[in-house]
């Protein structure tokens, strides 16, 4: 997989302000997944792209992987306290072995 | 839905001993496992990728005879951690890959904290 730079490192916001996270490569990738990962949990799969400019919903939840390929975000509408977590954008490699961005730890104040 | 188990959650240990820590997939096979370490408030760090029935390919930078990966079965990684350090205080988390998924989909375990005195 290749390296992915991922902003911001933190963000809080005041509940149903909306949120997004940004994940970043200087090469084209193949494929970008997003993860959530909860305080003292483990990382759960959201989400895969795998084509260019592809937007994906999951309720308040908008996916976006560019048109070159070397971006996508992950946007929250209206966020709730059950948004609260890390969240990490991740490229494959061939082997499925991932690479992980530094991850976005989101705060909600009800 | 899919499940990876990993076992010990939590372990302590004395500077110099070896641990051992298992992931299991419960409910579907995995030809191929991954190990991640997690140090606090940081991302995951890959440390390889265990294949069933093979050897693993350890990433750059760790150690291959510190971290012995097994991976006997296609149900069931291992890792072991040799001659414990306090720098080897982490969280390890595995996770597994559905054999003959195209995706990049995996399920993650649990994590195991390992804590060397």
């Known amino acids: 997989g290749q390296q992915v730079m991922q902003i911001p490192q933190y963000q809080h916001v005041q509940e149903g302000e909306d949120f997004t996270t940004y994940c970043n490569s200087s090469t084209t990738l193949s494929n970008i997944q997003w993860y959530k990962q909860r305080p003292g949990g483990h990382p759960v799969f959201l989400i895969q792209?795998?084509?260019?400019?592809e937007v994906k919903k999951q309720k308040r939840l908008t996916f976006q992987f560019g048109e070159a390929k070397k971006n996508s975000s992950l946007h929250i509408t209206a966020t709730q306290t059950t948004d609260v977590g890390t969240y990490f954008c991740?490229?494959?490699?061939?082997?499925?072995?991932?690479?992980f961005g530094k991850g976005t730890k989101l705060s909600v104040k009800p | 839905g899919a499940v990876v188990s990993q076992h010990p959650s939590r372990v302590i240990c004395k500077s110099g001993t070896s641990v051992k820590i298992e992931c299991r997939s419960l409910?579907?096979?995995?030809?191929?496992m991954f190990w991640y370490r997690q140090f606090p408030k940081q991302s995951l760090m890959l440390m390889a990728t265990?294949?069933?029935?093979?050897?693993?390919?350890?990433e750059q930078g760790v150690e291959k005879d510190k971290f012995l990966i097994n991976h006997a079965s296609l149900t069931l990684s291992t890792l072991t951690v040799t001659s414990a350090h306090p720098e080897d205080s982490s969280f390890y988390i595995c996770?597994?890959?559905?054999?003959?998924?195209?995706?990049?989909?995996?399920?993650f375990g649990p994590g195991t904290r390992l804590t060397v005195t």
């Open positions: 409910d579907f096979q995995a030809t191929t």
């Open positions: 991740a490229n494959g490699g061939s082997q499925g072995n991932l690479i």
């Open positions: 792209l795998v084509k260019s400019g």
């Open positions: 996770s597994a890959r559905p054999s003959g998924n195209l995706s990049w989909e995996q399920y």
């Open positions: 265990s294949n069933e029935g093979s050897k693993a390919t350890y």
